[in-house]
């Protein structure tokens, strides 16, 4: 029974991370067009944003690091479109050059944090490397749900509210889904696009740098690999909602968490497979999707194109 309730209490926090991590990487595609593999290191970078708060400036209060992470990642994301996916779009590079260019920034990032990292060690003598779990003041503990669950369920409730109100009921956001059905038609219209595009990156950025402050309350240790231990996840929760639909993505960011807790709760327990086998799971379940829904085009999975072929030799 606990190892059940233990289960359901997993699959819920990562269903509440997944979602906070992949709307964000849905809207940006959406908008701008690129797969940004950069997105890792937005994870990262914000948990790190509280980390570096708590372990040098010894801040342990989670709205703080929220806010000061939501400044440096959407900043973060900022400076890539305008310093990187920007110049090489205004070139006519294929979205698969731009693509490879967010797996360079990637790298980037990841070796700039070690340094820091290494910095921060050596004038502090403290650990940045894996850094353990971070208590809280701001957030309620104690008896009942861990502070983790419930910021990260408040983290999934603003994400949601916040981007329906700025999609649905604001001009910028009706520019921006304008910019995403036709950024040219939108251009014309009057429509700053470049403004647009980079608050787009900023909010998007924003968010998945509160989503990893929200995870330092989590994990036992958070390393500068953080991010990459998510990104097959995050994108395969985000090809669920074909790199288009906010609310496909936010289904499947349950199914994703489902999938990984229950699934592999189930095969360890009936068949023995280890728990490390859950990015098996993931990554078989990324490639169903793939083979059957192919996220970047409109409905064409497989079952489609056999009924299509199907009708067309009548």
Not at 29 to 38: E, S
Not at 50 to 73: C, E, P
Not at 142 to 158: E, R
Not at 284 to 308: C, E, H, N, Q, V
Request: charged share 10%.
């Amino acid at each position: 029974m606990v190892l059940e309730y233990q289960v359901m209490i997993n699959t819920v926090q990562y269903a509440f991370f997944y979602l906070v991590f992949s709307i964000p990487l849905t809207l940006s595609y959406r908008t701008t067009k690129v797969i940004n593999f950069a997105h890792a290191n937005l994870i990262t970078y914000g948990a790190y944003t509280a980390i570096f708060l708590h372990g040098v400036a010894g801040l342990n209060i989670m709205s703080l690091a929220t806010v000061v992470a939501f400044l440096v990642t959407g900043s973060i994301a900022v400076l890539n479109n305008v310093l990187v996916f920007t110049p090489l779009q205004r070139k006519g590079s294929p979205p698969s050059i731009v693509m490879i260019a967010s797996m360079g920034l990637w790298i980037v990032y990841k070796y700039l944090l070690y340094i820091a990292t290494d910095i921060a060690n050596y004038y502090t003598s403290r650990n940045f490397m894996s850094y353990g779990r971070i208590t809280y003041l701001d957030i309620p503990r104690g008896v009942g749900p861990s502070q983790a669950l419930v910021a990260g369920l408040a983290i999934a409730l603003i994400t949601v509210v916040s981007l329906y109100v700025l999609l649905e009921r604001t001009k910028i956001g009706r520019a921006m889904r304008a910019v995403a059905d036709n950024p040219l038609l939108a251009e014309i219209s009057g429509i700053p696009r470049t403004l647009v595009v980079n608050l787009t990156w900023f909010v998007c950025g924003g968010i998945v740098g509160a989503g990893g402050v929200v995870w330092t309350s989590f994990s036992g240790a958070t390393t500068p690999e953080v991010g990459d231990s998510m990104i097959l996840q995050v994108f395969t929760v985000s090809f669920v909602g074909g790199l288009i639909s906010l609310l496909r993505t936010g289904v499947g960011a349950v199914l994703i968490a489902a999938v990984e807790n229950v699934g592999i709760a189930l095969l360890n327990t009936y068949f023995g497979v280890p728990v490390s086998f859950k990015p098996f799971l993931t990554f078989t379940t990324l490639l169903a999707i793939l083979i059957a829904f192919p996220p970047l085009g409109a409905g064409g999975g497989l079952p489609y194109r056999f009924l299509r072929r199907g009708r067309g030799s009548d």
